[in-house]
C-alpha cells in the first residue's frame, strides 16, 4: 500500500505506546531538494500546531564537513546554510541535529534518544532492493510512528 497511495501514510508499529498528542516530530534529511520540498508543508504545519521540529542530518564518515578551526562558529553557520536551503521554516524554529555515520542506523536511535512522538520521512515509494533503507530500517526498527511522505504528490 505505502507504494501506492500517493498521500502521505502514518505506519504505527504494534508495540507503539499510545500517546494522545504529538508534541515532537523527527525530521531526518539527506541535504536534497526532492526530499526536503516533500517534507516541507510537514514541517510547516507541525510549527502551526506549536509542535517542535527536529531536524536531522547525518553526514557520511568520508564527507563530514571540517569543523575544526572554529567549531562555535562554523558549525551554527553550517546549520544556518542547511535550514536555509532545505527547510521550510526559519532556523529559529526547529532545532537541528547532526550525527556522523549512516542514516538507516542513525535515525531511528536518534528518535529514542530526543523522545520524538512522531518520524517524519520524505520518500519516493521505491522499495526496489537496494532503495530505500532508510524507510526500510525505520519501518523495521522503530517503536514510534513513521510518516511516509511521497516525494511526488499528486493533485489528485
Known amino acids: 500500500m505505502i507504494t501506492r ?3 502521505p501514510v502514518v505506519v504505527v508499529p504494534p508495540d507503539s505506546t499510545t500517546r494522545t498528542r504529538i508534541a515532537r516530530v523527527l525530521v531526518p534529511l ?3 531538494d ?3 520540498q516533500a517534507i516541507a508543508d510537514t514541517i510547516a504545519q507541525a510549527r502551526r500546531r506549536d509542535i517542535e521540529v527536529l531536524v536531522l542530518h547525518v553526514h557520511d564518515p568520508e564527507t563530514v564537513p571540517a569543523f575544526e578551526d ?3 562558529h562554523e558549525v551554527p553557520a553550517w546549520e544556518g546554510e542547511f535550514v536555509a536551503r532545505f527547510v521550510s521554516v526559519p532556523h ?3 532545532e537541528v ?3 556522523v555515520g549512516v542514516a538507516a542506523d542513525r535515525i531511528v536511535a536518534v528518535a529514542v534518544d530526543m523522545e520524538a512522538d512522531l518520524i517524519a520521512l520524505g520518500w519516493n515509494q521505491n522499495l526496489a532492493p537496494g532503495r530505500a533503507q532508510v524507510v526500510r530500517e525505520a519501518l523495521t526498527h522503530s517503536t514510534i510512528p513513521v510518516l ?3 516525494t511526488q504528490v499528486s493533485g489528485d
Open 148 to 150: 511516509l511522505v511521497p
Open 70 to 72: 572554529q567549531p562555535h
Open 34 to 36: 526532492e526530499s526536503s
Open 5 to 7: 497511495v500517493n498521500k
Open 97 to 99: 541535529i547532526q550525527r
Open 92 to 94: 529559529a524554529h526547529v
Open 30 to 32: 539527506e541535504g536534497t
